[in-house]
């Protein structure tokens, strides 16, 4: 979970990658698991890592 955790704040790979690097078996599981440790999705936890928000994203 922190490799994923570090890959997401980290890098620009895509979330499926990220899983499968750290060492999930599919981007379903890592989900599954950040929903259920987090309370977000992956997706969701970059984008507050990374301090945007979707209307950063609409506004680019």
Known sequence: MERARRL???TDLSTQAVA??????????MAFTFRKELGQT???YRRRVRGRSDDD???S
């Open 20 to 29: 499968l690097r750290a060492g999930f078996a599919d981007y379903r599981q």
């Open 57 to 59: 994203e609409s506004q």
């Open 8 to 10: 997401l704040a980290d």
């Open 42 to 44: 992956p997706t969701a």
